[in-house]
């Protein structure tokens, strides 16, 4: 039986597991210039080191949701650790496009191999005041220590080293949506590999793209071409959201077909796949040697289009096509909104020496901000036994909506064990509906609570927070809830019912640093007895959030 584990919140899945991990939300930070961009997050890469100066990183870039045509102005942004818990932005630059930069690819990569990292950016979107605008941006390092990519515009500014439409048509609606870097023919150059959401308008549906080089002067010396589109092929897909590299073939995904791209030594090949039954995947792919055999595999979630099953998918190549495998159907749980995966990132959060796979969700609750957890714990990965899911967090605000797919998995503080860092693409209104006011989320760093790694003898460290699972559980009529914080302050403990309706609040005010433990008796905040059922108990206590479940019997 494969294990589902519901570690922070919701009583949705049955069994549990004796190797989930709890998420401490350890920080929040800020979108920067919050006046200017407060359309969301567009993307971003976290945990970087580019200029050696040992400060992790993170580059991000803005999202321009519903901003008016004056509004239109993408940016980036280089943040630093200013050494006291904090960031600072040390780098930042406005795109050469006027245009709506929503859900825009951003990768960090030394694309031309000269040893120096680039920032490649896609920024344009349907809306933009250039009749041929730039789609490609490249913003290389320069260099050293130095914090600082791109050209030096003598204005106080810096523009991209090197830069392209892509296409020679004006007012043509091409829009990258994902896009992914690797030597796909295995001859030393890297090529950006992209999916194209408007393929329908533009032709192109997916593209393989070089550059020569990146140019240091930024002088336009660098030289630019197309090597594939869907254009040179029989076509009979749909807009593409998501890209599958697996050298020297790659995968783009729709919701009539799976297009497979192979490059046979001389020529590019084509051929189409059925799609996922239960859709498109939605930029939430992700593709690794997963079992260490020399062959990459890809994970994968479905989101809203197609039948109603809603899988987390294995895929490997067999033959001529994807052997897909379903490790968990999630297609019954009223939680997801339909089933929206969406975003993702992964790695060896918990240093077991096996991959674990972050997914995001879109306009998921209640309760909000679904991250979910999907962990190999060794041996056949077609197995599902051998794979776990549960939640990085589930309810960073109860009252809000967002689109939670801006996701990275990096090591954000040195130990051995990796973070999980992600925000909303999209913006929020202060609870009412998303699109109105434009206040961005910000950045949630979510901490791993490995048993083995905590430090006893320094009960003050933030992973001393703990929420135990009530006792007796299952109860009735009866049960005790037991925390510990390592510092006096402020805590709420509160129970709600699977909807996420809060049913009875059991503290709500400033404590003092140890345990404390507070008895249910199965009633409301009017004092009737709840009828019989799975309930959830979260604490709150400063930046840290714990949710568990608990079942009540009659």
Do not use: C
């Amino acid at each position: 039986m494969k294990r589902i584990v519901s570690v922070v919140i919701l009583a949705l899945f049955v069994t549990t597991s004796l190797f989930a991990i709890d998420f401490s939300r350890v920080q929040e930070i800020s979108m920067p210039d919050s006046a200017l961009n407060n359309g969301g997050t567009g993307n971003m890469v976290a945990g970087e080191d580019v200029d050696g100066d040992g400060k992790k990183e993170i580059y991000l870039v803005n999202d321009n949701w519903n901003d008016d045509p004056s509004e239109l102005i993408p940016r980036i942004y280089k943040l630093e650790e200013d050494g006291s818990g904090g960031w600072e932005v040390v780098w930042s630059a406005v795109a050469p496009v006027d245009a709506q930069n929503t859900w825009p690819p951003l990768l960090l990569d030394d694309l031309d191999g000269d040893g120096k990292m680039e920032l490649i950016w896609s920024v344009v979107n349907n809306f933009a005041t250039e009749a041929n605008p730039y789609r490609v941006l490249i913003y290389e390092h320069q260099g050293g220590d130095s914090d600082l990519f791109g050209v030096d515009d003598g204005a106080g500014g810096y523009a991209p080293n090197a830069a392209w439409t892509i296409t020679d048509q004006d007012n043509l609606n091409l829009r990258l949506f994902d896009m992914d870097v690797a030597d796909i023919k295995g001859d030393g150059v890297k090529r950006i590999i992209f999916a194209d959401r408007t393929g329908n308008n533009s032709g192109y549906h997916f593209g393989v793209i070089t550059v020569s080089d990146v140019p240091d002067a930024g002088d336009g010396s660098e030289t630019w071409e197309v090597e594939a589109t869907a254009q040179d092929f029989t076509y009979g897909g749909d807009n593409k959201w998501d890209v599958v590299v697996i050298e020297p073939s790659f995968y783009t995904f729709d919701e009539v077909v799976i297009s497979k791209t192979t490059w046979n030594g001389s020529d590019w090949e084509y051929s189409e796949l059925s799609p996922l039954p239960g859709g498109i995947s939605f930029r939430a792919a992700q593709t690794a040697d997963i079992d260490g055999d020399g062959t990459k595999e890809a994970i994968t979630g479905e989101y809203y289009y197609g039948d109603d099953t809603r899988h987390l998918w294995l895929l490997q190549e067999e033959a001529d096509t994807l052997k897909r495998t379903g490790l968990f159907d999630i297609s019954t749980e009223s939680y997801l909104n339909g089933g929206r995966l969406t975003g993702g990132s992964h790695g060896d959060i918990d240093a077991d020496g096996n991959l674990d796979f972050v997914f995001g969700s879109r306009y998921s609750g209640p309760p909000n901000a679904m991250i979910f957890f999907l962990s190999h714990k060794g041996g056949d990965i077609t197995s599902p036994d051998n794979w776990e899911l549960s939640f990085v967090d589930t309810a960073y605000d109860d009252g809000l909506t967002g689109i939670w797919d801006v996701i990275d998995v990096a090591n954000m503080d040195d130990d051995e064990y990796l973070e999980v860092v992600y925000t909303s693409s999209v913006p929020y209104d202060e609870g009412v509906e998303p699109f109105f006011d434009h206040i961005s989320y910000p950045i949630i760093v979510m901490d791993p609570q490995i048993a083995n790694s905590i430090d006893k003898s320094n009960p003050l460290l933030p992973f001393a927070y703990k929420l135990e699972q009530n006792f007796p559980n299952p109860f009735n009529p009866s049960t005790t809830l037991s925390i510990h914080i390592p510092t006096a302050e402020h805590v709420n403990l509160a129970i709600y019912d699977i909807t996420g309706k809060e049913v009875k609040v059991l503290v709500n005010s400033h404590l003092n640093a140890g345990n404390h433990s507070f008895v249910w008796d199965g009633t409301d905040m009017n004092g009737r007895k709840v009828a019989s059922g799975s309930y959830i108990y979260r604490m709150k206590a400063g930046n840290v959030v714990k949710v568990r479940n608990m079942t009540l019997l009659k």
